[in-house]
Nanobody
């Protein structure tokens, strides 16, 4: 059974940093694409960063240059290093994963339009105060 469990959220002042982690288990195939999404109440969930199984990455314009996605295959863990945080970054952050040799861009688009295509964690809240 596939499980994704996020951790690392919290409250921070603008300009600060947080690192989110996502422990992934249950995949038997190494062809897995993973990423981070976020959602604020009343708005659609948006993809912000993704990493394909070949290591290529894709970032949303809103966080490009401030956030970095990475993975530790030995630990089966996905990370999101968030620097220079802004109040607009406040949201519930979700880890997601899907099977298949997807590009990072197609993964973000597919999971946004068809959430049931892959798997989701329960989310971790990030709050950035001004």
């Amino acid at each position: 059974q596939i499980h994704l469990v996020e951790s690392g959220g919290g409250s921070v002042q603008a300009g600060g940093s947080l690192r989110l982690s996502c422990a992934v288990s249950g995949f038997t195939d190494r062809r897995v694409c993973m990423g981070w999404f976020r959602q604020v109440p009343g708005k659609a969930r948006e993809g912000i960063a993704a990493i394909a199984n070949d290591g290529s990455t894709r970032y949303a314009d809103a966080i490009k240059g401030r956030f970095t996605i990475s993975q530790d295959n030995a630990k089966n863990t996905l990370y999101l290093q968030m620097d220079s945080l802004k109040p607009d970054d406040s949201a519930m952050y979700y880890c997601a994963a899907a099977k298949g040799a997807l590009t990072a861009d197609s993964f973000m688009r597919t999971m946004t339009d068809f959430p049931d295509f892959g798997y989701w964690g329960q989310g971790t809240q990030v709050t950035v105060s001004s």
